[in-house]
């Protein structure tokens, strides 16, 4: 062979392998683990799930490459409402050699962590995952969990009370219900010096994970005149209970997520979760392309939104001011 051909065939050669790769890898099916706290799976479900966060994880990882069917396995799964089930449903999936694993609140995450911490983990919706141990920092999370967090300072929480008032000028005691570690985490901070400027008085109505008796007698005996919902993965999941206890009271609300005010709430102020599904699709691909969790920064949200159901509104005879109107997202009738 001459030195010409010999080039040739190492050129040829080196071209080649490249793309016996790329071959190789646009010929892999991924296998995505996706758990949820409390939706049934059917609301999960299809190429256009009900649930408004499968919907928008879908759909990113959609416009990203990723097919059912096709490139990808999308193992969905829920916990239904009953915490002690995140340990197995992590460990059944760990079982199924999946790549990634996708979770929507930071309890889950942590019941993920304990299970593996050899499977990349994706953070959807989470809160404080520094504090919570699954992240060093948000810049270099240094571990297996990565993705995005609802955090975005305590001076969102004096923004919702704020709200509020501007809803409920009448208002003068205000229940928060939340755990006591989250009244401890946000009270000094933000709540109470803007009760402080609105001339509001507010108490702790606390509950636990799965337990709101307590919470709901004592807002009762208490005469609240409107109630202050904590942001949380447990006041996601009884959103509904929450709601139908406001509705049976008259009892105007302010919550973190939209589908309470979809529910029957009055009105929500906070991040806007579809975006922050979109986002932890492009986490996935980034991880499936090679990138390590550790090395991939935490983000915060960066979208917004006010939503308030005027339905509600005229069932507990509330004229809401022309300028919060104006300033809302979303009205729902």
Do not use: C
Not at 116 to 127: D, F, N, Q, S
Not at 168 to 195: C, H, M, N, Q
């Amino acid at each position: 062979m001459d030195r010409r051909a010999f080039i040739s065939g190492i050129t040829l050669g080196l071209l080649a392998a490249p793309l016996a790769a790329e071959a190789q890898e646009a010929g892999k099916v991924y296998r995505v683990g996706l758990i949820f706290p409390s939706p049934p799976v059917s609301e999960m479900a299809g190429p256009e799930p009900v649930n408004n966060g499968a919907r928008a994880f879908v759909r990113g990882l959609r416009t990203l490459g990723y097919v059912e069917g096709r490139n990808l396995i999308l193992e969905r799964r829920s916990a239904e409402g009953r915490f002690e089930r995140f340990a197995p449903i992590v460990a059944e999936l760990v079982g199924l050699n999946v790549d990634v694993i996708v979770v929507s609140t930071t309890p889950l995450a942590q019941r993920a962590r304990e299970v593996t911490t050899a499977v990349p983990i994706v953070l959807g919706v989470g809160a404080d995952p520094v504090g919570a141990g699954l992240a060093q920092s948000l810049a270099r999370p240094g571990g297996n969990v990565t993705g995005l967090t609802l955090d975005v300072g305590p001076e969102i929480q004096g923004k919702r009370l704020e709200l509020l008032k501007g809803a409920v000028p009448r208002a003068s005691r205000v229940a928060f219900l939340g755990t006591k570690k989250l009244w401890d985490a946000v009270y000094e901070t933000s709540i109470k010096a803007g009760a402080q400027a609105l001339g509001l008085t507010v108490f702790l109505a606390e509950h636990t994970p799965t337990e709101y008796t307590g919470a709901f007698t004592l807002i009762s005996r208490e005469r609240a005149d409107a109630l202050f919902v904590a942001h949380s993965s447990e006041n996601y999941a009884q959103r509904r209970l929450i709601v139908d206890f406001t509705t049976s009271n008259r009892l105007p609300s302010i919550h973190a997520f939209r589908e309470a005010v979809e529910a029957g709430g009055l009105m929500s102020y906070g991040v806007n979760v579809e975006d922050l599904f979109r986002r932890a699709a492009r986490y996935v691909d980034k991880i499936l392309k090679g990138f390590k969790p550790a090395d991939l920064p935490i983000e915060q949200p960066t979208k917004f939104e006010l939503l308030i159901n005027l339905k509600t509104a005229k069932a507990l005879r509330l004229t809401i001011p022309p300028s919060l109107l104006q300033r809302a997202d979303q009205l729902i009738e």
